[in-house]
C-alpha cells in the first residue's frame, strides 16, 4: 500500500515491509523502482511496481550525475502507470545522467525513489560464458546487461569484425558462430572443440583454434576450409599480426608461441611453455603471458624475446595500454600489473581477484572480468570504478565494437 509513506515516523500502523516505509531494511524507504538503460544517443527508463498498488502519477527527473538529486528537472509525467517504459533523448554521448522515478500520493505529495545512474555511447561491449550462459552485450556503461541469447552455448572466445559483427567459439557445441549485432545467428559451422577465434585483417577470414584437436584453420565467410595446421599441441590463443605482414600468432601449450604468414609458419619460440595470451603491437613485436613462467614476454620484431621483471603469481590476460604499455591481470597477485614498454612494472591496481582485462581504445577505460564472482567492473587508468554489472554463470573476456 503507497498510504503507508503518508504515516510519521512515530505512527504506530506503519508497515515495515512497505518498500516506502523508511524502516524498511532492504530499501530504506527508497525503492529502487526506476531502472536506466544506456544506449547510442539515448536512455531507455523502465519502471515497475509489481504487487504494489499504482499510483495516481509518476513522473521522471533527470539531471547531472553530481546534481542534487532535488534539483533534478523533471522530464515525463503520467497518470495511473503502475508501470511503463521511456526512451529519452534529449542526452549526449559520454555523459553522465541522474535519473529519479517519484510517486503522486492521493494527498497530492511527491515521493522520491532511488535514482540510477546511465552513460549513453555509441560503442557496444560482448561477452561470452564458458558455461552455457550465451552471449551477452551490455549497455555502453558497463552498468547493466542490455541482452542475453543463445543460452545453451559455451562461447570461450568472441572476436569482433569489422563491421560490428561478433564472431563466437562455442566449444560445448563444436561450432563457430557469427550473430550479427542484434545477437540473432548468422552462420555457424562445425569445429569441434573451438576454443579460440581471431578475424584476419587483411583477408576478412576467421582462423580457429582448437585445444582439443591441436589444430588451426583458416576459414573464408562461407565457411570453406582454406589452410588447416595440425599437431601443434594444446591450442590457447590466436591473434591477427599486424601490417604490413598480417597472418596469425598462435600460442600452444607445450609447444609454444608460432607466426604464421602466407600460411607458412615462419618461426617457432619455444621458450614460452604455457602461453596463454596473445597481444600484438601496431609495431610488429607482441606481449605473451606464460602462465607456467609465470611472467610475460615480448617478442620483439627482430624475433628476440624479453622478459618483464615484474612480479606475478598466475598472470591469466592483458591488453595493451595505449602508450606502448601493458596491462596484466594477475587474479593470484589480486589486481592489475601496469608495465612499461620495457616490460618493468610502473604501477598496480588493487582491484582484486581479476581473470581477463580489456582495454577500451576510444576512451582508456579498462573492463574488468571476475569470474568466479560473475562479475564485470568498469575502471579508470587509476582503478577508480565507474560501473559494475552481475551477469551470472562464468564470463570470460569482454570484446568491444569501440566507437567515438
Not at 550525475?65 to 522530464?75: F, N, R, V, Y
Not at 550465451?134 to 563491421?163: A, C, Y
Not at 595500454?321 to 610502473?346: C, K, M, Y
Request: with cysteine; proline share 6%.
Amino acid at each position: 500500500m503507497l498510504l503507508a509513506v503518508l504515516l510519521l515516523p512515530g505512527c504506530e500502523s506503519r508497515d515495515p515491509k512497505n518498500p516506502f516505509d523508511p524502516h524498511n531494511p532492504d530499501t530504506g524507504g527508497m525503492p529502487a523502482l526506476l531502472h536506466a538503460l544506456a544506449e547510442d544517443g539515448a536512455v531507455e527508463l523502465r519502471w515497475d511496481f509489481g504487487d504494489l498498488d499504482d499510483p495516481v502519477a509518476v513522473r521522471v527527473l533527470r539531471g547531472d550525475a553530481s546534481e542534487d538529486p532535488g534539483l533534478l528537472t523533471p522530464q515525463i509525467e503520467e497518470s495511473g502507470r503502475g508501470s511503463g517504459v521511456y526512451l529519452d533523448t534529449a542526452v549526449q554521448n559520454d555523459s553522465t545522467y541522474q535519473y529519479r522515478l517519484e510517486v503522486l500520493t492521493p494527498e497530492d505529495e511527491w515521493i522520491p525513489t532511488q535514482a540510477d545512474l546511465a552513460t549513453p555511447g555509441p560503442s557496444e561491449a560482448w561477452l561470452g560464458d564458458a558455461t552455457g550462459g550465451g552471449l551477452m552485450r551490455l549497455t555502453p556503461d558497463g552498468r547493466d546487461l542490455r541482452f542475453r541469447v543463445e543460452t545453451s552455448r559455451d562461447l570461450l572466445d568472441l572476436q569482433i569484425g569489422p563491421g560490428g559483427e561478433v564472431w563466437g567459439a562455442d566449444y560445448g557445441h563444436g561450432e563457430v558462430v557469427q550473430f550479427a549485432r542484434d545477437g540473432s545467428v548468422l552462420e555457424a559451422w562445425a569445429f569441434d572443440g573451438a576454443n579460440t577465434i581471431a578475424v584476419d585483417p587483411l583477408s576478412a577470414d576467421i582462423w580457429i583454434g582448437s585445444f582439443d584437436q591441436q589444430q588451426v584453420i583458416r576459414i573464408n565467410r562461407s565457411g570453406g576450409i582454406q589452410y588447416r595446421l595440425e599437431n601443434i599441441g594444446l591450442v590457447e590463443d590466436l591473434a591477427p599480426g599486424t601490417f604490413p605482414d598480417g597472418g596469425i600468432w598462435f600460442a600452444s601449450r607445450f609447444a609454444g608461441v608460432s607466426r604464421i604468414i602466407h600460411d607458412q609458419v615462419t618461426r617457432q619460440w619455444t621458450e614460452f611453455e604455457w602461453p596463454v595470451s596473445l597481444s600484438p603491437t601496431a609495431q610488429g613485436w607482441i606481449w605473451v603471458i606464460d602462465r607456467a613462467r609465470p611472467g610475460v614476454g615480448q617478442i620483439l620484431a627482430d624475433g628476440r624475446v624479453i622478459w618483464s621483471d615484474a612480479e606475478m603469481v598466475d598472470p591469466k590476460d592483458g591488453d595493451l595500454d595505449g602508450t606502448g604499455g601493458f596491462w596484466v591481470a594477475d587474479p593470484g597477485r589480486g589486481g592489475l600489473i601496469h608495465l612499461n614498454g620495457g616490460g618493468h612494472e610502473i604501477g598496480f591496481l588493487d582491484v582484486g581477484a581479476v581473470d581477463a582485462v580489456t582495454r577500451d581504445p576510444v576512451r582508456g577505460e579498462l573492463w574488468l572480468v571476475f569470474r568466479e564472482d560473475s562479475l564485470v567492473r568498469v575502471v579508470d587508468p587509476s582503478g577508480n570504478e565507474l560501473s559494475s554489472v552481475g551477469v551470472g554463470g562464468r564470463p570470460v573476456k569482454v570484446e568491444g565494437y569501440w566507437r567515438q
